[in-house]
């Protein structure tokens, strides 16, 4: 389930950006630009407390908003996470998030998007079989989408609906490591459904567990965006 999303290119006082026209179909994993305190209010560096004057000039954390000196604020990094076309200026300690976070838009994102393969459990106490499917984050990382037989089909489960996710981990399974996931989420009627997802014995369980560590990272990212929204 995939909405049509239209995008255009905008100017902010941060730089050029790349932002949906509906916010209802931007990803779940994206950040707005922060308030930018105002210049009269920091006389000296958030960082290093160096006060400002005519050689020592105030610079923005495009993340953070917060003011810093030049030496404090001269990390340009690419921000994805603000739809940012080129590298913007970061503070040292958001330049370190964002690094982090940019590895998962350019490994992770395209494993989530490629999918895993899960048997999909219903009824977890009952010997009835249990179906497979690809799972796998649609284009516009708003839904997880199941694809399987024509037989059986799963309805999509939006990213913002999911209210706990939780990995699991077979008995032979090593430590640190998982094969699969129980999520928790409301449906389109508002009731709160549940479900477990497991790799089958037969799978590539490496490429399972490298699969379900982005979608812990993917979910987090979301979680993120919501409380800071």
């Known amino acids: 389930m995939e909405n049509k999303c239209v995008k255009r290119l905008i100017r902010s006082k941060s730089g050029l950006r790349i932002v949906t026209t509906d916010d209802t179909n931007k990803s779940p994993f994206l950040l707005g630009e922060p308030h930018w305190v105002p210049d009269k209010d920091s006389v000296c560096c958030t960082d290093c407390k160096k006060k400002f004057d005519f050689l020592t000039r105030r ?3 495009r993340r953070c908003g917060r003011i810093y000196c030049k030496n404090c604020c001269d990390f340009r990094l690419e921000l994805p996470r603000m739809c940012f076309v080129d590298p913007v200026r970061h503070c040292e300690s958001c330049a370190d998030i964002s690094r982090k976070e940019n590895e998962f838009f350019d490994k992770e994102l395209k494993m989530l998007t ?3 393969l899960f048997q999909l459990i219903k009824l977890p106490e009952s010997n009835e079989k ?4 690809i799972c796998r984050l649609s284009q516009d990382h708003r839904y997880l ?3 399987g037989s024509a037989e059986e089909e799963f309805e999509p489960v939006q990213l913002a609906s999911i209210m706990e996710l939780n990995l699991l981990r077979s008995p032979d399974v090593p ?3 998982w094969d699969g996931m129980f ?3 409301m449906n389109n009627e508002g009731t709160v459904k549940e479900m477990t997802l497991l790799a089958p014995p037969d ?8 699969w379900l560590s982005a979608m ?14």
């Open 145 to 147: 989408n199941f694809d």
């Open 216 to 229: 812990q990272n993917g979910f987090k990212m979301a979680t993120d965006s919501r409380n800071i929204s």
């Open 130 to 133: 249990r179906s497979e499917f």
């Open 183 to 185: 999520v928790t989420y």
């Open 175 to 177: 430590p640190d490591f």
């Open 114 to 116: 490629g999918g895993a």
């Open 59 to 61: 610079h923005h954390c």
């Open 203 to 210: 799978c590539n369980k490496n490429h399972t567990i490298s």
